[in-house]
């Protein structure tokens, strides 16, 4: 499983994935759990507000990871050619 962190592009596609994906969960959560509501059974209204929490937080997560893995590209970028880097 480390090994998949190791190489920063598949990092960087799981951090869009996240951010994608959390921002759905958001939207979709917040329709159904405050306009869909009644509608909705009790455990259907609990999982949509749970969405609401889940969301925010997958985005949260994949832009730490996003700004980690271009800060590690640009590092390594800087390692690689130290002459156009500043």
Avoid: C, N, W
Avoid at 25 to 54: E, F, K
């Amino acid at each position: 499983m480390y090994g998949f962190f190791e190489h920063p592009y598949q990092v960087l596609k799981l951090s869009h994935a996240m951010l994608i994906g959390g921002l759905i969960a958001l939207v979709v959560g917040a329709i159904l759990a405050y306009g869909l509501d009644q509608y909705l059974s009790l455990p259907s209204v609990v999982m949509a507000h749970a969405m609401t929490i889940l969301g925010p937080t997958a985005i949260k997560f994949g832009y730490v990871m996003r700004l980690l893995t271009l800060h590690r590209l640009r590092r390594q970028q800087s390692i690689d050619s130290p002459g156009l880097a500043r």
